[in-house]
């Protein structure tokens, strides 16, 4: 096909491929080629980018050590696309975090453990995983905040300057239906406190969560043997400050008890010295 030069359609009529581009330089395979409503880019006979029919500009989806998106100061730093779905961020050439097409954010990893929905892998020699900072005046400001469905907030971590606290809501606004806490010494003498070894390393005291899990069901998440969908171990927790309530229920029924004892023998120690006395 001729090439056609006019003062209407100016330079026009060789569309070229990405072999032999119609707009290049000395470089016969590297240059601009078009088609319907595309204008592309090639090197080395190789389509390297395009602007399509959306008006997307697309290009290769580049790698840790060549990212697609860089600077000329720094051409191994940069935005690179490993797989469908996915942004990855390169740093030095090796790949820094990513966006899964989970939508997970990995930092440090490149797929999710635990089936985790942030990640974060860090190497403790070096770096401490995550730090929190506050800028401004406040002391007591909340550090981290969590939420319900309904918008209300359930619990805080808040500096108080020097110190750290973990808040659970407890404001009687939010409650209802109120009760004492009764027969709580019967449980807390089900319970069965133990001494074990983690197999990770390290001595500690505690509960078993199941064991726990019949006694105070509320103290305890997850199930017994349950596993991830890649079958590693799902484990139950316990959350201890759940059971300082029924602690302090059987302390007060157990000085109830006892103080009831101690009456009774107060009332037989008056009998007793009183007929000592007649």
């Known amino acids: ?59 290769a989806a580049g790698t840790a050590a060549l990212p697609v998106i860089t600077t000329t100061g720094d051409t191994n730093t940069g935005i690179f696309f490993p797989a469908a779905d996915t942004i990855a961020f390169s740093e030095g050439g090796a790949e820094a975090m990513r966006i899964n097409s989970e939508s997970d954010f990995l930092l440090g990893v490149t797929s999710a453990f635990n089936s985790g929905k942030q990640c974060l892998a ?58 004492p806490l009764v027969n ?23 509960f078993i969560a199941h064991e726990l899990q019949l ?3 509320k103290a305890v998440s997850g199930e017994k043997d349950a596993v991830n969908e890649d079958d590693t171990i799902n484990p139950q927790g316990v959350d201890y400050s759940k059971i300082v309530a029924t602690l302090t229920a059987a302390i007060q029924e157990l000085k109830a008890l006892v103080d009831t004892q101690a009456n009774s023998i107060q009332s037989l120690t008056t009998r007793i010295t009183a007929l000592e006395a007649n």
């Open 122 to 179: 860090f190497s403790g020699a070096t770096r401490q995983g995550l730090n929190i900072r506050n800028n401004a005046d406040n002391p007591s400001d909340i550090y981290v905040g969590f939420y319900n469905a309904f918008g209300t907030n359930t619990g805080a971590i808040r500096s108080g300057g020097s110190t750290t606290s973990y808040n659970t809501s407890s404001d009687y606004r939010l409650k209802e239906n109120v009760q």
């Open 215 to 217: 006694i105070l069901p």
């Open 1 to 59: 096909m001729s090439l056609i030069l006019s003062g209407t359609d100016g330079l026009s009529d060789v569309d070229g491929t990405a072999a032999t581009p119609a707009i290049r330089g000395t470089d016969a395979n590297t240059g601009i080629f078009f088609g319907a409503d595309i204008i592309g880019f090639s090197e080395g006979g190789v389509e390297a980018a395009r602007i399509n029919a959306d008006s997307q500009f697309v290009a």
């Open 184 to 206: 709580a010494l019967d449980k807390v003498m089900a319970l069965k406190p133990v001494s074990y070894t983690w197999k990770s390393g390290g001595e500690d005291n505690g």
